[in-house]
């Protein structure tokens, strides 16, 4: 079967139907989420967090999302796979940003591109959609400019920058980008932002009418620890399941409750 392309993305738009991303940073997990049905995958640099135990987004290399976007894409079949073009690799400019994109399609064979940043990125976006790679755009929160911003707060909070919010909005499809990410952006601004473009909104932290909704994996299954955002919602759980598997196993092992003889060979 064929892959989800930007087409179908586009069709849910204009069908109205909501559809759900998630990110992806091995091809196992991935493996899961594409028969499960979830249609795009985003191999997001929040891998700087939840698989290389960076404390933000910002050391994250491309050499890193090449080989964890290599893996999702092998571990997939339906789903559009998203590489995230990470700090530092796109904000020369428009070449660097192509340079950047080429290589996540060739060398990892993802589908579609994501960057952060609205008027700011426009260039790049129109030169690597010129090229034929189909580019998603981020607003709102962008973890990458985490020390101009001063830490991890909801943006385009005021008149002022709520204009701003929706001017970059535009630029962003006026660029040629095929859906938007918009993270911790106050409900009605990310509303009216989903009514102004005729790309998908995709919301994380936006309010329930953004056209599709993205979280990070491990949120959405309960493997990050400590304090999560407001927006995470845990379906799973999974750090405490592993928590005590794990010392089930070792107090197994330790009083020789494992292996038994089904485990071993004769
Ligand atoms: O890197 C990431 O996971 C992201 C999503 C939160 C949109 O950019
Ligand atoms: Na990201």
Known sequence: ??????????????????????????????????????????????MGACHLGYDSTVPVTLEEILVLASAVVRG???????????????????????RSATRLVKEAGVGAVKLEGGERSARQIDLMVSAGIPVMGHLGLTPQS?????????QGRGE??????VRDARAV??????????????????????????????????????????????????LTPGRVPRFVK????????????ARTFAEEVVNGAFPSAEHAYH
């Open 76 to 98: 997939t079949e339906r789903a559009l796979v998203i590489g995230d073009l990470p700090f530092g690799s796109y904000q020369e400019g428009p070449a660097q940003a192509l």
């Open 146 to 154: 985490v020390n101009a911003f001063g830490g991890y707060r909801v």
């Open 173 to 222: 499809q006026d660029a040629g980008a095929f859906a938007v990410v918009l993270e911790a952006v106050p409900e009605e601004l990310a509303t009216e932002v989903t009514g102004v473009l005729g790309i998908p909104t995709v919301g994380i932290g936006a309010g329930p009418n953004c056209d599709a909704q993205v979280l990070v994996w491990t949120d959405a299954m309960g």
């Open 1 to 46: 079967s064929r892959r989800v392309t930007v087409r179908d993305i586009a069709a849910a738009k204009e069908n109205g139907e909501k559809w759900p991303m998630l990110t992806a940073y091995d091809a196992m997990t991935a493996s899961v989420f594409d028969q499960a049905g979830i249609p795009v995958l985003l191999v997001g640099d929040t």
């Open 234 to 245: 845990d379906y799973a759980g999974i750090r405490g399941t592993l928590d005590e598997a």
């Open 160 to 165: 002022t920058a709520a204009r701003q919010l």
